[in-house]
């Protein structure tokens, strides 16, 4: 493993991370690269799935040159080149992905919008030009914002921004989407049992931890040292996705601004929530569960938690675990049992 992703694993820069319970044995070495800006780690159960891991990643490399909005030359980027000009033609990742993304975006009435894109490129927080921007400035941003500016079409397989200079940005359900097609590729080998945790983005499948024991996924404690859990959550086949204010952030002037923006303020999101934790049982009929989850914890994130709460009542087989900022812990009815602190 290269020295740059023992140290990042070392400082804990994962949302949610993993721990065994009652292991018998020694647990199998991960595959680890620095993909979609995060930490990307594989651990497949058995040895000897190198042929596994090679399609894994091969695919994960593929993704992010369609989604990854800091590569100049993906496909993403070329949409937004040609806002306010013309479509782009764009491969069926792209449409299933922006597709859901607008769902999200419109039963949350834009609390969710991947046209973000322009406030987060602005602000540059998780870069090393994050900066406070102007009033001004932000007022232009949001003039951008907007997921009813978006045309998809499916049946001839393009997508237009109707404003030049409007920006998709893919960061809040991208991982998750990717987090589904490694399944894809795990399931069809035949593995036995896989964890994979693509910075925050949680899948177990299969055997559980060697030696039969539980999936034991701790949760970061948003006011704490990384690697300090507030509690952990015991689970079987699952997707968990987590969303904090300590995840990405930079301070200016005493105060802390985190990286998920309001697209109503343009500034980051200020509520009653320190993170959210989505978690959603894996059933062999699911698709996209993982996606469902990433955008779901960005967007229960954005609402704050008494509106967080009934939105996610919308969906069967999904719960959560919400930190409040005044260190409460509100644990939602399907998770009682199965998550202790």
């Excluded at 491969?91 to 299933?96: R, V």
């Excluded at 030009?129 to 009033?135: C, I, M």
């Excluded at 859990?229 to 997707?239: C, K, M, S």
């Excluded at 087989?317 to 644990?331: M, P, S, T, Y």
Aim: aromatic share 10%.
């Amino acid at each position: 493993m290269p020295n740059f992703l023992r140290a990042a694993l070392a400082l804990g820069v994962l949302g949610i991370s993993l721990s065994f319970s009652g292991c018998a044995k020694r647990a199998p070495e991960a595959r680890v690269e620095f993909i979609f800006g995060t930490v990307c780690s594989v651990r497949i159960q058995q040895r000897g799935k190198d042929e596994v891991y090679r399609k894994v990643f091969d695919r994960l490399h593929q993704l992010d040159s369609i989604f990854n909005v800091n590569k100049q030359e993906s496909l993403i980027n070329e949409i937004n080149r040609q806002a306010g000009k013309r479509p782009v033609s764009v491969p069926e990742e792209l449409i299933k992905v922006v597709g859901r993304a607008l769902f999200f975006a419109e039963l949350s009435d834009g609390a969710f919008d991947p046209t973000a894109g322009p406030l987060v490129k602005l602000w540059g927080i998780g870069s090393d030009r994050a900066r406070v921007p102007g009033p001004d400035e932000i007022e232009r941003a949001l003039s951008l914002v907007n997921w009813r500016d978006v045309v998809l079409d499916g049946k001839n397989s393009t997508i237009f921004l109707k404003k030049e200079g409007m920006m998709l940005d893919a960061g809040g359900i991208a991982k998750g989407y990717a987090a589904d097609e490694a399944l894809k590729i795990i399931k069809a080998a035949g593995v036995e049992g896989v964890l994979i945790d693509f910075g925050g983005n949680i899948v177990v499948y299969g055997e559980k931890a060697p030696g039969g024991a539980t999936w034991r996924i701790g949760i970061q404690h948003p006011h704490r040292e990384r690697g300090e859990f507030i509690g952990v959550i015991e689970v079987e086949a699952a997707t968990l996705v987590t969303s904090g204010n300590y995840e990405r952030f930079f301070e200016y002037d005493g105060r802390r601004y985190h990286h998920i923006l309001s697209t109503k303020t343009g500034y980051p999101v200020e509520n009653d929530i320190s993170s959210v934790t989505v978690v959603r049982n894996l059933n062999p009929e699911d698709d996209g569960v993982s996606m469902d989850a990433d955008a779901l914890s960005t967007t229960l994130f954005a609402l704050g938690y008494d509106a967080a709460s009934t939105f996610i009542s919308r969906f069967d087989g999904v719960d959560a675990v919400f930190i409040l900022k005044d260190g409460g812990i509100r644990v939602g009815p399907a998770l009682s049992g199965r998550f202790t602190y």
